[in-house]
């Protein structure tokens, strides 16, 4: 056996057999077992018999019910030795008092050599750091022992005592763990204790003291921990006023809706939640093992006023699989485990101002089977209700972070124009590169390689290279706003351009074959905006101006032992960075911030501005009613003081 359970089986038929169990102690003087006999029961000792029948077979199960742990001082019921039990038993099956079979069992158990039961009513109980010590005689430091000079010590015999009472330890080795404080009232430690300390000396008792880090109790907050369920106010009245950008979307459960998205490391986080107003599209890697539905469908989600609303939910089967399937791991055969699940979910949410109007969700499903790679793609996007399919104004009078820039081509007879950077795929080559817009408010950088011959030309070079960057710039104006109107041009700001510098030599030939200086492979694109206002407390961004500029470099051509009739790479990149200006001018700085700047707050811990700052509206920590009643009871603290001073009441 192993452990305080042992099983066997009874082969042939069960009924009419009786089973017990005996102790069987061994003869002292004959070291035989004693005879059994089939008068026994399925108890013995601490020891339990209990059969689980069945067709030809029969399990059964002898278990110990006793406690196997070691014994702590004064403590009953438990192992005093490491060997704890050792006994013999014998199991009989039994028919009509004739014995069909018997098992011979030797237990030899220890006990459990880690603690895992309840803690003794006796153990040592560690008294609560913040009003005590741990440490309550530092000095002693041999147990059993008088240690010298360590009057704390309860080692020391009074008699001990004796030889060194006068030349005890101090201080906090010498037991004094909690000395009363200067700060205290009834403190007499210090030597010169001003006019004014009975005013602002500490009434308290050695309780609260700052040696042992607990110097007043006060009320205590509870802490907000971050959760994904919070309270909405919702009844009555309906008091939740509707989502701004970036809110998590409610259910009507009080939690967030999740949706699969990627996080920060790249991984898929499956309950990430939803953010009002901003789009996304993402893919994650899954497989039958690992694989996790994520909410229902049938959730209702709150439309911010505090009405819940249905997802209409539209169910489709994938028919190419080869989309999503990536890899397989293995032949599929018949015997392999399939299941149906989702392969993409595309939710479209409809929002008007603050709420959402509806939800409307595609799920594609299919068969996933065991050793198969499932690329899972989840996407969310947000229209409003008075946009179309073709074009999604923003109905706001800023811009949205993450919102495409919106663009305009006023020198064609179609102004709608495009603001785009390269979207690289297969071998990073700008032939089969992509577009993809420029999103407000958010830097990127993006490039592909052109292949480029020896024996090519500079001024050609120049120009190929020029019209790849020039197309990603079909625009001449930009919109100011999110709903800029195509047909007023005070709504748009026109795009700044600096032409690449062209050089007149001809570098190409001669002995600089394969050298091109001035090629503009870098193309700059610099968007300015600013806050300028706020709705319902919000700011809004507009766009200010942008700039295009190009960046030139040195072409050269890199090859190894031969250069004959070879291609190489010339890499060309855009890049989109957003600065944000202030809307309008700073506040000038007044001559005394420009000649003191020792006192400026921004720059020094203390400045004038901020010595009366509990005073003031900008202080938070307490209401301002109490702030002005201490401020008063404290000025007049202050001013009795310099009344009784000595300067007024001292003697001629």
């Not at 599209?281 to 497989?287: H, M, Q």
């Not at 047909?487 to 030939?509: C, M, Q, Y």
């Not at 503009?520 to 507009?542: H, K, S, T």
């Amino acid at each position: 056996m192993s452990g305080p359970r042992v099983n066997s089986f009874f082969l042939g038929n069960y009924s009419g057999v009786n089973f017990s169990i005996i102790l069987s102690p061994i003869d002292e003087e004959t070291g035989k077992l004693q005879l059994a006999n089939c008068n026994g029961s399925k108890r013995a000792g601490d020891w339990n018999l209990n059969v689980t029948p069945g067709m030809n077979t029969s399990k059964v199960t002898i278990s110990l019910s006793r406690n196997l742990q070691l014994c702590l001082p004064n403590a009953t019921d438990c192992c005093t030795t490491p060997l704890c039990v050792v006994e013999t038993l014998q199991v009989l099956a039994c028919r009509d008092s004739v014995m069909l079979a018997r098992l011979l069992i030797q237990a030899e158990i220890y006990a459990n050599s880690s603690f895992t039961g309840n803690v003794s009513e006796n153990a040592t109980i560690i008294p609560n750091q913040v009003f005590q010590p741990l440490g309550s005689c530092p000095c002693d430091l041999t147990a059993g022992a008088c240690d010298v000079r360590c009057c704390c010590d309860p080692e020391c015999t009074p008699d001990l005592k004796l030889l060194f009472n006068k030349s005890c330890f101090t201080g906090v080795f010498g037991g004094d763990v909690n000395p009363p404080f200067d700060q205290l009232c009834s403190s007499q430690s210090m030597e010169y204790t001003p006019d004014w300390f009975p005013f602002l000396c500490v009434q308290s008792s050695l309780n609260n003291t700052p040696f042992l880090g607990y110097f007043y109790h006060g009320a205590t907050s509870i802490p907000k921990v971050p959760s994904f369920k919070i309270r909405l106010q919702t009844s009555p009245g309906k008091l939740f006023t509707g989502y701004r950008q970036g809110d998590p979307i409610m259910t009507e459960e009080n939690e967030y809706f999740t949706i699969p998205q990627q996080s920060m490391a790249g991984q898929c986080v499956g309950n990430a939640p939803v953010a009002y107003l901003q789009n996304f599209d993402v893919k994650c890697l899954t497989n039958l093992a690992s694989y996790k539905e994520g909410l229902p469908h049938d959730v209702k989600i709150n439309s911010g006023t505090g009405d819940f609303i249905q997802q209409n939910v539209i169910y489709r089967t994938i028919t190419d699989m080869g989309k999503f399937i990536t890899e397989s791991e293995s032949l599929r055969t018949a015997e392999v485990l399939c299941q149906n699940v989702t392969f993409a979910e595309h939710y479209e949410f409809i929002w008007k101002d603050k709420n959402i109007e509806g939800i409307n969700v595609t799920v594609f499903l299919g068969s996933l089977c065991d050793g198969e790679i499932l690329t899972q793609r989840f996407t969310v996007k947000f229209l409003n209700l008075k946009s179309t399919n073709a074009t999604e104004l923003f109905w706001n009078p800023g811009y949205q972070v993450g919102k495409p820039v919106r663009t305009a081509n006023m020198n064609a007879s179609d102004t709608f124009g495009s603001l785009n950077i390269w979207q690289p795929a297969g071998r990073g080559l700008c032939t089969s590169a992509t577009y993809r817009p420029v999103l407000f408010g958010l830097n990127s950088f993006s490039g592909c390689t052109l292949e480029v011959d020896i024996n090519e030309d500079c001024s050609l070079l120049r120009g190929n290279v020029t019209e790849k960057l020039n197309s990603l710039i079909q625009a001449t104006h930009i919109g100011k706003r999110g709903n800029s109107n195509y047909s007023d041009l005070n709504d748009w700001v026109e795009i700044i351009r600096l032409d690449p510098f062209n050089s007149d030599t001809n570098v190409s030939t001669g002995s600089l074959k394969g050298i091109c200086p001035d090629i503009p492979a870098n193309l700059n694109i610099r968007i300015i905006f600013a806050d300028v206002g706020a709705v319902q407390g919000i700011p809004q961004q507009e766009i200010l101006a942008v700039q295009i500029s190009y960046s030139t470099v040195i072409w050269q051509f890199q090859c190894g032992l031969i250069c004959e009739n070879s291609i190489s790479f010339l890499p060309i990149t855009a890049s989109v960075q957003f600065i944000k200006v202030p809307a309008q001018p700073p506040i000038p700085m007044t001559r005394f911030q420009i000649n003191y700047t020792e006192f400026d707050c921004n720059r020094n811990d203390v400045c004038w501005p901020q010595l009366f700052y509990p005073l003031t509206r900008f202080y938070t920590g307490e209401p301002y009613s109490q702030c002005l009643a201490k401020g008063l009871s404290l000025a007049f603290l202050v001013l009795l003081a310099a009344i009784l001073s000595n300067p007024w009441f001292s003697e001629v």
